[in-house]
């Protein structure tokens, strides 16, 4: 058992915390947000992620976890300090790395000549943000006094593969675990939270645990914006990117994985990613071609739908138009990047009026008179001519195919049979098919 501190409550620090405890190790979360500590020891999660509320409620019994909105007790009391705070995007496409900033400076306004901690990046973070986060906690360090600071910390990468909506399922059955360290003892020491899961292990040097982060998810971006190229010709061509995508997948070296047609990727990860390693690309003089080909085809797929209503002739002027899902994906409350929020602003442009449904989601960052949202999915198709399909929850691909009568349907992620909506539909389209 290790005492543990997570510095910020969002998606990965509420789960890595929560798991933490649940694998024995006592845990204290801290926020600078004084209302959602307030919640969260309230036993009232802010975030909807599947699973977290059964772990989250067996680590209140056996009291592994707490919440503190307090710096210098989260901090006194833990020997490793994981740092799971924001890294939004800035204008230019870098990450935004003033609240690691924060973070760094606080830790080391708390350290004594008596401490040594282990301070572990969680959160994305451009590759040599470590080395970086060295520097500035030792400068720091010396402002107070403390002589030789690089021996009262040692900073690793640890870097998260957490799928929202699956982040608690990977927390506890990872397909590996990355520890960057320059210290291969605190390395191990590290890699020794997650002994219990056994998985498999990579220890490594700072930069190229960062690395492997970032090349992992630009990879995945890349699949995706692939395939939805690939989906664009076949709808050209008279190919069914479905079957093309089954064909594709059925051989080891390309996998099946990524490979589903749409309207692109959103959410915290991919897209700030990709724009961060085109950013340390640019920086180092290394032309990122493919990546900014990869963001270049997920931007204009978010808004197919559009352009397939507009290629159809339909006239948007005052249409009434439900969305069915607003997620980013299934099985978040996360609308960061998602598609729904430039197919809505899109549509708010042409002046249309609309209905928009989502299991989960039930605001917007996005206000409009013509923007409106229910709390039933056949009451936002029954008031309007035109169906979009945007995220693919689960009560979406089991409906009533006979509520689909006199109404146009874009189905954005493939989920329904083409001969079944042409059977049901007034017109229906799909993508790549």
């Not at 975030?47 to 019994?61: C, H, R, S, T």
């Not at 931007?299 to 607003?326: M, R, T």
Request: aromatic letters at 8%.
């Amino acid at each position: 058992m290790e005492k543990i501190s997570i510095l910020g409550t969002g998606y990965v620090g509420l789960v890595t915390g929560s798991c933490f405890a649940y694998l024995g190790h006592k845990v204290i979360c801290l926020d600078i947000n004084k209302e959602k500590i307030e919640k969260l020891k309230k036993g009232e999660i802010p975030i909807y992620e599947p699973q977290l509320d059964e772990i989250f409620a067996l680590d209140k019994e056996s009291e592994n976890i707490e919440f503190t909105i307090d710096y210098t007790y989260a901090i006194k009391n833990s020997d490793f300090i994981f740092i799971a705070v924001g890294t939004p995007s800035c204008p230019d496409g870098s990450a935004n790395l003033s609240y690691v900033s924060d973070a760094l400076k606080t830790i080391a306004s708390c350290i004594t000549e008596n401490d040594f901690k282990v301070i572990v990046n969680k959160s994305t973070v451009p590759v040599g943000t470590g080395r970086w986060a060295a520097k500035l906690l030792a400068d720091e360090l010396l402002k107070k006094g403390i002589k030789e600071p690089e021996k009262h910390f040692c900073i690793v990468s640890n870097p998260e593969f957490l799928r929202e909506g699956k982040a608690v399922e990977d927390f506890m059955n990872p397909d590996r675990i990355i520890i960057g360290s320059d210290d291969k003892d605190i390395a191990l020491k590290t890699a020794s939270l997650y002994s219990t899961l056994n998985p498999p292990m990579i220890i490594t040097n700072l930069p190229t645990a960062e690395m492997i982060k970032y090349a992992s998810n630009a990879f995945l971006a890349t699949k995706i914006s692939f395939i939805n190229e690939m989906a664009n010709l076949s709808e050209k061509i008279g190919a069914d990117i479905e079957i093309v995508s089954k064909g594709m997948g059925l051989d080891k070296r390309i996998g099946p994985y990524f490979l589903k047609a749409g309207l692109g990727f959103g959410g915290s990860c991919f897209p700030k990613d990709v724009k961060a390693l085109i950013h340390t690309s640019k920086a180092y003089n290394v032309d990122p071609s493919i990546l900014n080909a990869v963001m270049k085809v997920n931007e204009k797929q978010k808004i197919k739908p559009i352009e397939i209503l507009k290629g159809a002739g339909i006239d948007l002027n005052g249409v009434k138009i439900a969305i069915w899902g607003l997620a980013f994906k299934p099985d978040t409350d996360d609308t960061r990047e998602a598609a729904s929020l430039n197919i809505i602003n899109e549509l708010l442009k042409h002046n249309a009026v609309i209905f928009a449904y989502d299991p989960i989601v039930k605001n917007l960052p996005i206000q409009d008179k013509n923007l409106n949202i229910v709390n039933d999915k056949y009451e936002a198709l029954e008031k309007c001519d035109v169906l979009i399909l945007v995220t693919e929850w689960n009560e979406f691909k089991n409906i009533e195919f006979k509520r689909f009568k006199d109404k146009i349907v874009v189905d954005g992620r493939n989920i329904w049979e083409k001969n079944i909506l042409k059977k049901y539909t007034k017109a229906c389209f799909s993508i790549g098919r």
